[in-house]
């Protein structure tokens, strides 16, 4: 049996009738920029979430980079960051100008509370959380210390659409959740898009604004701003997934309980679930020691896997300017050294996910 570690058609051909009629009455209207498919999405999007307000984007990535730049975090400030996260994090802060100072993990992947404090100095702006692989961080605790801090809290929620912590959604907790709708995400679009979302009005006219070449009123530039527009189609094609969310996620999360409930294996480290925090599988990531040996005997199997990440940001050729070097962050690097994850995607069957686990259950290390 043949495993793609993602098989996005799958997705489209469960509501293929809906998703071609949203995309050809789009077609059909006109109307392809800033519509009424991005504002009925965005509302659909911030009820979702529990937030006022969401302004569509151009991707993930934009809704950092605008997020920092409408809170006026740029050149001299810092900006506290989990070293073990996907690059795009800490672009959205040196976009800004601004320098990421980066905080190892906890036993969840995600950004250790009991190392933020340490890491504060009189530069500190703010702290960007990410809900790694889909699990909430510790947001109760991590909004307290901004809060006593005074700190801005943003969110990167690009893994984590729908997932909360205690009974708040996540993207609802920080000043501004920034969301991404890449097409491998939980709610993904068939292109590129992402939205913030927030409840404070100023910060939702100032990155409207920004999206817009910093005009709200057409030819009458208030800021400079950029374009990232979503576009009426991806709009229209999300609203369709949101509607079915429920379902999309009692799939992941199936396939997630299975592998928790019966791979067991030795050599094979299953991922832990923090008391309080939701986790909505965007991965399904695993640990092992020697993980060139387990990714080659999966894909001897026909199982295919990827890293997420191979090398974290602080390693990575584009940040040598920071000057940060090897065994700085060394939570952080044995997981980059250790962590493989398995298919997990909307429309996997159950004979799939019983040979996934069969064949890591044979596995002898
Ligand atoms: C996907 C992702 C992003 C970037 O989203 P794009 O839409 O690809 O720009 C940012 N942060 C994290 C954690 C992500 O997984």
Redesign the pocket.
């Known amino acids: 049996m043949k495993i793609n570690f993602n098989q996005l058609d799958r997705g489209y051909f469960k509501y293929q009738n809906e998703y071609d009629l949203a995309v050809l009455q789009t077609l059909k209207s006109g109307w392809y920029i800033l519509g009424k498919n991005v504002e009925r999405f965005e509302s659909e999007f911030a009820d979702f979430i529990g937030t006022k307000f969401c302004v569509g984007l151009n ?3 934009d809704a ?1 980079i605008l997020a920092f730049r409408a809170l006026g975090v740029g050149i001299g400030d810092e900006v506290i960051v989990p070293a073990n ?2 690059i ?2 800490v672009l959205g802060i040196t976009e800004n100008g601004a320098t990421p100072v980066f905080v190892e993990p906890d036993h969840y992947f995600n950004l250790d509370d009991n190392r933020i404090e340490e890491k504060i100095t009189k530069n500190t702006k703010a702290i960007l959380v ?1 809900h790694l692989y889909g699990q909430a961080a510790n947001m109760k605790r991590i909004k307290e210390i901004a809060n006593r801090n005074k700190l801005y809290l943003i969110e ?1 929620c ?2 984590s659409h729908g997932a909360k912590f205690e009974n708040r959604t996540t993207g609802a907790w920080g000043d501004i959740g920034c969301f ?1 709708f ?1 097409p491998t ?1 939980n709610i993904g679009a068939f292109g ?1 898009s ?1 939205a913030i979302v927030t409840d404070n009005p100023l910060i939702y006219e100032k990155i409207k604004m920004l999206r817009n070449y910093g005009s709200k009123i057409k030819y009458h530039n208030e800021i400079l701003g950029v374009n990232s527009r979503l576009d009426e189609i991806q709009a229209a094609i999300l609203s369709v997934k949101l509607s079915h969310y429920n379902q999309l996620q009692k799939e992941r999360e199936k396939i997630s309980r299975r592998y928790l409930d019966e791979i067991k294996n030795e050599f094979i480290k299953l991922p832990k679930i923090r008391e309080n925090a939701g986790h909505v599988w965007h991965l399904f990531v695993i640990r092992t020691d020697d993980r060139k040996k387990l990714q080659k005997y999966l894909t001897d199997h026909e199982i295919g896997t990827q890293i997420h990440y191979p090398i974290p940001p602080h390693l990575s050729k584009a940040y040598d300017f920071l000057g940060h070097k090897q065994g700085n962050l060394t939570i952080t690097e044995n997981y980059a050294d250790t962590v493989i994850s398995l298919p997990l995607y909307e429309g996997m069957t159950e004979a799939e996910v019983s040979y996934v686990i069969n064949i890591i259950n044979e596995y002898e290390g």
């Open positions: 991707s993930g990535l950092l996260t996907y795009a994090s990410v990167d690009a893994q991404s890449y995400k590129d992402g």
